[in-house]
Nanobody, 121 residues
Framework: QVQLVESGGGLVQAGGSLRLSCAASRSIFSISAMGWYRQAPGKQRELVAAMTSGGRTNYVDSVKGRFTISRDNAKNTVYLQMNSLKPEDTAVYYC???????????????WGQGTLVTVSS
């Protein structure tokens, strides 16, 4: 089973940028979907951005136009470029990988340990 390790979090002022990285322990070429989720204090974990093995992307409305997900199969790494950061983007960001069955159900789902992003006003 693949293991995921996030990096790149930190403290940044509003309007700044960060790039998160998610390094996988094996090839990500054939993984059905990989993505980034976040969880702010007192809130539920939410999807931020996801990308399928075919390159389709999906973003939560609040980050559209500011965040970009990408993957480098040669480096087994998924990135999240975050621009124009806002205080409400403050959260722990988690990398996720999973397979999708024909029924649409997820299986072999794996999470990273998370990386904290703090945006000051």
């Amino acid at each position: 089973q693949v293991q995921l390790v996030e990096s790149g979090g930190g403290l940044v002022q509003a309007g700044g940028s960060l790039r998160l990285s998610c390094a996988a322990s094996r090839s990500i070429f054939s993984i059905s979907a990989m993505g980034w989720y976040r969880q702010a204090p007192g809130k539920q974990r939410e999807l931020v951005a996801a990308m399928t093995s075919g390159g389709r992307t999906n973003y939560v409305d609040s980050v559209k136009g500011r965040f970009t997900i990408s993957r480098d199969n040669a480096k087994n790494t998924v990135y999240l470029q975050m621009n124009s950061l806002k205080p409400e983007d403050t959260a722990v960001y988690y990398c996720n990988a999973h397979e999708v069955a024909g029924t649409g159900d997820r299986y072999l789902e794996v999470w990273g340990q998370g990386t904290l992003v703090t945006v000051s006003s």
